[in-house]
């Protein structure tokens, strides 16, 4: 698998080893902290790259299945997009029997993002090679907010959506549950193309949360689309623009029918905060 030292990778491995799986993780660096923190876990690491077909296809040497991610934000779109292509490729070339590539939410919908094209782009290769495969696509990640953790401990939520615009979300471990559900249950997943989130809330409650899981007041701020700008850059902005439009459309009563596990953002609040997390349901 790929992705292993990073956060959506680390989470599918964590959720696999539980089920009882050999994990194999591809990493430029076996001796960094995140690399040796996954081989205590009980995954094998293999050294090697996207840019070097061979550690590829060692790699993925008599595998079963595949996990795919790739970062847009190390490499930029024609890096992430030749780096996807490139482990879709081997996977196809070892014999892989079920390949899940995690995409993100509403690729599939001409977002103009590049950052969510550039993971388009790598769908319709899969597609177009005939790996046998399942498309997760995640929509924001509920730790995403660790960035603003000062600010919000602070008593302030800023962003420049309206107080009632909608924002869907998703705890990273759950992305590694519903894959590893993906691989335990091919027979409900191959051919799936599913956009995946947990919990879906206006800013405004996402700011009550907030305030609730702390105990204390934070108040939601919006910041001018200008300001915004300048300190994030073009590519963000343009993401949360088209948040402000209208953004993901996963179904997020259904899957949480389908996955009762998925967490609320009052349980990740809570977490958050270090309180006793509620029941993932709530």
């Known amino acids: 698998m790929s992705g292993v030292t990073g956060r959506q990778g680390g989470a599918v491995a964590r959720q696999l080893l539980a089920k009882g799986y050999r994990v194999r993780g591809l990493t430029r660096n ?27 296809a060692r790699a993925l040497a008599g595998c079963d299945g595949a996990f795919s991610v790739q970062d847009f934000w190390e490499h930029g779109r024609e890096g992430e997009v030749r780096e996807g292509e490139a482990f879709a490729d081997e996977a196809k070339a070892a014999g892989i029997r079920h390949f899940v590539y995690s995409s993100v939410g509403s690729a599939n919908r001409k977002t103009g993002i590049p950052h969510f094209e550039s993971k388009w782009e790598i769908e319709e290769h899969v597609r177009a090679i005939g790996l046998p495969h399942t498309i997760l696509r995640p929509v924001s990640f509920m730790e995403n907010w660790n960035y603003s953790r000062e600010a919000i401990e602070g008593g302030t939520l800023s962003s420049p959506l309206s107080p ?13 549950r519903i894959a590893a559900e993906a691989f335990d249950h091919p027979e409900r997943f191959l051919g799936r193309e599913l956009d995946i989130a947990g919990d879906d809330r206006t800013m405004r409650q996402i700011a009550a949360e907030f305030e609730r899981a702390l105990g204390k007041p934070v108040r939601y701020e919006r910041v001018p689309w200008e300001a915004f700008r300048a300190q994030t850059g073009e590519e963000i902005t343009a993401m949360y623009r088209w948040f402000e439009a209208g953004g ?26 270090g309180r006793t997390a509620v029941a993932a349901t709530r």
Do not use: M
């Not at 389908?258 to 958050?272: H, N, Q, V």
């Open 30 to 56: 076996p001796e960094s902290e995140r690399a040796k923190a996954a081989a205590s876990w009980g995954v094998e690491l293999v050294k090697g790259d996207f840019e070097d077909r061979a550690s590829l």
């Open 164 to 176: 009632d615009t909608h924002l869907q979300q998703i705890a990273v471990e759950d992305i590694g």
């Open 248 to 273: 993901y459309s996963a179904d997020v009563p259904a899957l949480r029918k389908e996955f009762p596990f998925l967490t609320s953002f009052p349980a990740f609040a809570d977490g958050w905060a």
